[in-house]
């Protein structure tokens, strides 16, 4: 049973894509770089290409990182649900295949200057 | 084995209490905190009606020390004569 | 022999049984099951509800006696300290910061508190369970009461606290204790007792209110001390309802077992969540340092904690399943928390600040092994940016966990360089958690906590990202209740009222 209750229950989700005016949810994060303490929370619409995405909101938000300046956006290695993935810049986020809610991560293997010492 | 303990308040009215249960439970340790007193002992505590009325000098009722409770750890008994904390292990 | 028998004093065990005598009478209008309908669907068994006893054996007259001295001693204490200029005796008012998130996050949990408790006094079965859940859901308002009334005293001087109801309703991280009490609530009878009277009383209460209440002695807020004092003079009887329900429930039927394993995993989960927010107050909140979250965990967590497990075990209970990931954050979890209630200060009825850095130095030396290698680098960044005049603002939003509805702070258990990332998809429809813990309470339980009402997606799905129209919402006044405390109207008002009150400056 996916509720315990005395009888049957259906919940009702509060964050479908509907309630978002045609927007979406895509949730953005730069691993090892926890000056940024969660995951940043986009609402964009899915009309809007990657390349927007990553010029517009994702660079003002990345900026007060020192490696914010260096980054060589050709270069970085994307992931979207946990899974390696390559991202099409010229695309919409729906044509990339970003549904609402879903968790892109940034990785720029050499770019790591507040990440603790090893 | 486990320690049991209880912390009260630091007042007046618990001074002769913190004073019973350390002569009823020698091993009892007494750490002394900002506005507060925890008293750790091994496995079991006892707190006597009978010991803090020697100090008082008057008829006490054990469940007077709910007035000045913090917190405690431990199984709990009460009777009217006394309260015992025990872990069993 | 004809001599007269003295009329013998009647014993505590006695005196109980008479208080609680006349209210297990047998149902006859009615079934037992229709009279208490919610004692059964969560797969519990009782055999026999006189098998539960209260160890306290408190009766009514001695409830109310009790009582009433404690509200007594409370309100001399809060009179003196209204009359005294007890607002201007804190170290700084930077501690405020704590009793604002105190007033808006935990007091209204209090109250929570005793309508489950009230409600628990209606559908438990046995008297003896009925009686003292109704006498805990007086102190539960009492405690409610008292505390509102004892921080109404900041409020005629200090910002942050005026809308207090506002923000539990509304605000974003009211919506972790809030959306911990509701799952409480709307869980059955046994459950509760397993989340609130247990694991929150039992194993976190400790952790919340003992170091809260000494951090306010060593800051000189007398209010707090004494409204905390005189709620946890409640506690103890709490915890040993707590602790006894646990072991009826055990003792009653082997079957109970796993059920109440599973919410002990749960509920431990659920707390330690909650207690991050503690951990920050601890650590970085008070001008003035008891001990550190870290400390704290070891007295009140591993070796209370250790000791409470160890005495279960007899009936086959293990410790909490996350304990040992939750063990092994508590030298990050502070840091992390902190971190992020800084830089989205913009949208907090409080105060943040960058650690100052005597502030820095005793986190190093509280947490050798972590604060300087993982921590300090970011903060001495984000000193650096504030001294270029580019404050550090993280106007990204975050994203909230589906269950305890946290930003996703917490890092991967054993990696703490790397967001721990987790979400799954039920019914077409995404969520993320912050950790496997939060995770695997979703997943026994979609149907519930799919409905989960997440503030920072609220935020564009009702108001459409409108942060202004927000702040009104929640009632906080932009530029005054929020941001730095440094250079806040706090910090300006409270320097200046205590340098009239220790010299003879007008203004
Ligand atoms: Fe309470
Ligand atoms: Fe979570």
Known sequence: ????????????????????????????????????????????????TFREMVEGPLTALTQPDPDAKNIDWSKVEWMKSNQAWVPNFGASLADNGIGHKDQIRMRTPNLNSLRAAA | MSNVFIALQANEETRPIIEAIVMDNPQAVVKREPAMVKIDAPGRMVIHKETIEGLVGR?????EMHIHLITLSGNVDETDNSLTLTWNN | MDTQVTKKKLGLKERYKLLTRDLGWET????????????????IKINDWDKWEDPF?????????????????????????????????????????AIKMFLQAISPGEYAASKGFAR?????????????????????????????????????????????????????????????FDDAMSAGPFEFMIAIGFSFEYVLTNLLFVPFMSGAAFNGDMAT????????????????????????????????????????????????????????????????????????????????GGALFNDLARYGIKPPKGWDVAAGAIEHMSHQLFLGLYQWSFGTAFHGWIPSDDDMEWLSAKYPTTFDKYYRP????????????????????????????????????????????????????????????????FEHEPEKYLQAWLPMPALFSELNGDIGAWMDWVGLKNGVDNGDYVGSQDQINFDKWRGMATSNKQS
């Open chain 3, 28 to 43: 006859t209008f009615h079934t037992k099951d229709e009279v208490y309908p919610y004692v059964k669907y969560e797969g």
């Open chain 2, 59 to 63: 008829a006490f009722d054990l469940q």
């Open chain 3, 225 to 304: 001390v004494t409204f905390g004092f005189s709620a946890q003079s409640d506690e103890a009887r709490h915890m040993t309802l707590g602790l006894e329900c646990i072991k009826f429930m055990l003792e009653q039927d082997p079957g109970n077992l796993p059920i109440v394993q599973r919410w002990i995993d749960k509920w431990f989960w659920r707390g330690m969540r909650i207690l991050s927010l503690v951990g920050a107050m601890m650590d970085y909140m008070l001008p003035k340092r008891v001990m550190s979250w870290k400390e704290a965990f070891d007295i009140y967590g591993v070796e209370n």
């Open chain 3, 120 to 180: 628990m006094g209606r559908e438990f079965g046995g008297v003896g369970t009925q009686v003292a859940c109704q006498m805990q859901a007086l102190d539960e308002i009492r405690h409610a009461q008292t505390q509102i009334h004892a921080i109404s005293n900041y409020n005629k001087y200090y910002n942050g606290f005026h809308a207090f109801s506002d923000s539990r309703d509304r605000i974003w991280y009211t919506s972790v204790p809030r959306s911990f």
């Open chain 3, 378 to 441: 970011r903060w001495e960044h984000i000193k650096k940016l504030e001294a270029e005049g580019t404050p550090f603002k993280n106007y990204g939003l975050a994203k909230l966990c589906q269950t305890c509805q946290l930003p996703t702070v917490f890092t991967e258990p054993g990696d703490p360089t790397m967001m721990c990332h987790r979400e799954t998809e039920y019914k077409g429809e995404k969520y993320h958690f912050c950790s496997d813990g939060c995770q695997e309470i």
């Open chain 1, 1 to 48: 049973m996916a509720v315990t209750s005395l009888k049957e229950y259906i919940g009702v989700p509060r964050d479908t894509v509907a309630n978002f005016n045609g927007k979406q949810l895509v949730y953005v994060s730069w691993d090892h770089h926890l000056l940024f303490a969660a995951p940043f929370l986009l609402c964009i619409p899915p009309q809007m």
């Open chain 3, 57 to 97: 054996r408190l009766t009514m007259d001695a409830y109310w006696k009790y009582q009433a001295e404690k509200e007594r001693k409370f309100y001399a204490i809060i009179d003196a300290h209204a009359q005294n200029n007890g607002h201007l005796n804190l170290t700084d008012a930077r501690y405020l910061t």
